[in-house]
């Protein structure tokens, strides 16, 4: 998924580095070393040097935690004062799962690709799972799982969507092409909701309910990565990947 | 039940504070404010709605025509609604749901505050005691302005008829001459106050008494037994009689409700019933009587509904004046109403209401001719959402009225803000 590491360790891009009198010959030199390289180490990173020298590089890690000072509640459904009888029953979503993210990404990541499919399930008024975080291109199934009519929606601007009232068993899809957070919502059941992080970069990880993540692949150097959760963002922190190695980040929300 | 006009006013900051408490970013909160751990929602729904009916001097003229008005000083086309909704949860088998609303600043109404009791929590069946949910028709219990696609509401629910529970016509030429001016009417007989006529079935207040409802399978089926009658809910009650109500709802499938209502109540207050027949007379006889099919039909982007109500009402035969003549027989209205609505694109919908009132033939001295002037309507609107809990309203709403002395048609421009949390 990574592409070519195109920036230095620090996140500048590599030809700023270079005398301005370098020539095309030589960075298109340098582009096809580093070209061959990746394909010949089977889809590690390259590294330029600034003399031409092409270095391979094998991709990290950053891992951590994420404690979340107040874990937020899931919205409760407003009172059923006009309902005849005590509505049907709901599962309460999961809200400490996290998403951290790299900030800024090397710029072979941005490459478009088809994201393949993701699905968010309708399953007891409530969307499984809560969060989802996908690459741009991504197409996210919204199956029905419930015996009655959902209707899922979204207003936010880098998608907005309305799918539509459908039946137990039936799906509808949406595909993701811009990055942002999308809120995702049922216009019959106003409890239901859910987050859809879409990313133009494949270096982000959900946490597990611990607050443990792992973000794979990432080439050497130095970044800035947030957490997130339930709307929430830390404060962007930074931490250096080595070749090969692991960085360590914990983070704090709320 | 009314309580101070200055907590009016509480109110409204009650609904601004719970938003404030809840706001994030720049966006308004959408979620209902929850408290003790979950046990104790409340949430809010403000509607300000502003119609106008453009005069030939382009002036914007309110509803002279009493079309819209739901009593007499307040029109569902001009209103500033402020409502607060609470569950409280006390455990599995317990909770209390209240509703405060306020008109235009005006006495804060409970609406709603009754007991839900869940006997076993294995079946789907509950007992709800005190100021409970209309058993009645599928209106009613739309209690948020968002549920309502269009800013005017169905004939059934909100016209005022020329029928009063406090007061009677000593005579069908009496009944016959106030045609049209259900939104302030006076009788002879009874309370001489002049106050408004009732709807078919009220949408603008709840009924006290207690009523069960149960679900099996594709079947639900609700009874109860209240103070007043459908389109007279009360809190204390006028008269001796009870009313009874039922509905059954059958889901066959997805997007399908198919429901039928019944409801048969003491309908003319004891005080009116006695200042007709005497002080010994019984006011059973003196009943509304009411029926109603109502299905709805949803799928993918559009929804569909028809309800049809049948409302009969007898009244005590009071001591005729010289040549005019009595109202010997049931005074029966009856309305249709057909919606429907259409999401154009994510956040935009469009939406239409076409609905008749018409009445069944009085007899007086001197002419034959429905008891109250028969009504037309229809309203052509939509509703934008400038996010997920706000939106943005408008509709075109014509009238035709078949008779009376009031105005007999007019067209209405209007607009609703709706905002809830």
């Not at chain 1, 996210?140 to 459908?166: A, I």
């Not at chain 1, 068993?169 to 879409?198: K, Q, W, Y």
């Not at chain 2, 739901?70 to 609470?86: C, F, K, M, P, W």
């Not at chain 2, 009376?404 to 007019?410: D, H, N, P, S, T």
Request: glycine share 8%; proline share 6%; with cysteine.
């Amino acid at each position: 998924m990574a592409g070519i590491a195109t920036t230095a360790p620090t996140g500048q891009p590599l030809r700023s580095r270079w005398p301005r009198a370098a020539t095309e010959v030589r960075a298109a030199l340098a582009t096809a070393a580093a070209f061959v390289v990746l394909m010949a180490t089977g889809g590690a990173f390259a590294t330029v040097t600034p003399k031409g020298t092409v270095l391979a590089a094998r991709p990290g890690a950053i891992r951590g935690r994420v404690e979340l000072r107040r874990v937020a509640t899931a919205a409760e459904r407003r009172p059923t004062v006009g309902e005849l009888g005590t509505p049907v029953g709901r599962d309460v979503p999961d809200l400490l799962r996290s998403v951290v993210y790299l900030e800024s990404a090397p710029r072979g990541a941005f490459e478009t690709s088809d994201g393949g499919h993701a699905v968010m399930d309708q399953r007891n008024e409530t969307f499984v799972p809560h969060v989802l975080a996908i690459t741009t291109g991504t197409t996210v199934d919204f199956p029905n799982s419930d015996k009655f009519y959902h209707n899922v929606f979204s207003l936010s601007k880098p998608r907005t969507f309305d799918l539509g009232r459908y039946a137990a068993g039936r799906t509808r899809d949406v595909r993701f092409d811009r990055p942002g957070i999308v809120r995702v919502f049922c216009e019959i059941h106003s409890h239901m909701n859910a987050f859809i992080l879409v990313f133009s970069h494949p270096f982000f990880a959900l946490t597990e309910n611990d607050g443990r993540y792992r973000i794979e692949n990432v080439p050497p150097g130095t970044y800035g990565v947030i957490a997130w959760n339930e709307g929430s963002s830390s404060e962007t922190k930074s931490v250096t990947v080595p070749d090969g190695g692991t960085g360590e980040l914990d983070f704090t929300i709320r | 039940m009314k309580v101070r006009r200055s907590t009016a006013a509480r109110l409204t900051w009650v609904v601004w504070a719970c938003a404030a408490s809840g706001a994030a970013a720049q966006t308004l909160p959408s979620e209902p404010i929850a408290l003790a751990g979950g046990h104790v929602t409340v949430s809010g729904d403000v509607s300000a709605s502003y119609g106008c009916e453009p005069a030939p001097d382009r002036a914007c003229r309110e509803d002279v025509g009493f079309f819209n008005f739901t009593d007499y000083s307040h029109s569902a086309l001009r209103e500033l609604r402020i409502g607060v909704s609470a569950a409280v949860k006390a455990g599995p088998h317990f909770s209390v749901l209240s509703e405060v609303r306020t008109d235009n600043f005006s006495d804060v109404q409970p609406y709603a505050l009754y007991l839900r009791i869940r006997p076993w929590t294995s079946h789907d069946f509950d007992l709800q005691v005190g100021r409970v949910p209309p058993t009645f028709g599928s209106f009613a219990r739309r209690t948020y302005a968002n549920d309502n696609p269009l800013i005017g509401y169905p004939l059934a629910y909100q016209y005022l008829t020329t029928l009063r529970p406090d007061a009677l016509p000593a005579s069908a030429d009496e009944l016959l001459a106030k045609r049209s001016s259900g939104w302030l009417v006076r009788y002879s007989v009874g309370d001489p106050t002049p106050v408004q006529g009732v709807p078919l079935v009220s949408a603008f207040r709840w009924d006290t008494g207690v009523q069960g409802h149960g679900v099996i399978g594709i079947v639900s089926a609700t009874a109860s037994l209240t103070t007043g009658t459908v389109a007279h809910p009360l809190f204390r009650d006028d008269n001796d009689g009870r009313q009874i109500a039922t509905r059954v709802e059958l889901r066959p499938v997805s997007g399908l409700v198919a429901g039928t209502s019944f409801a048969r109540g003491t309908f003319v207050s004891q005080a009116a019933t006695r200042a007709a027949l005497g002080a010994e007379a019984d006011d059973s006889p003196y009943t509304q009587l009411a029926w109603g099919g109502d299905v709805e039909y949803s799928r993918a982007y559009y929804v569909i509904r028809a309800e049809t109500i049948v409302s009969q009402w007898r009244l005590p035969i009071a001591a005729t004046p010289a040549r005019q003549l009595p109202i010997r027989d049931p005074l029966t209205a009856v309305a249709t109403s057909i919606e429907g609505r259409y999401k154009l694109r994510p956040g935009l919908y469009t939406a239409a209401r076409f609905d008749h009132l018409g009445f069944s033939d009085l007899t007086g001295a001197t002419v034959t001719e429905p008891w109250d002037a028969p009504v037309t309507r229809v309203e052509i609107g939509g509703g934008y959402s400038l996010q997920r809990n706000l939106i943005l309203k408008f509709s075109y709403q014509r009238n035709v009225r078949d008779g009376g002395f009031l105005q007999q048609k007019a067209s209405f421009i209007s607009t609703q803000v709706v905002y809830w949390f």
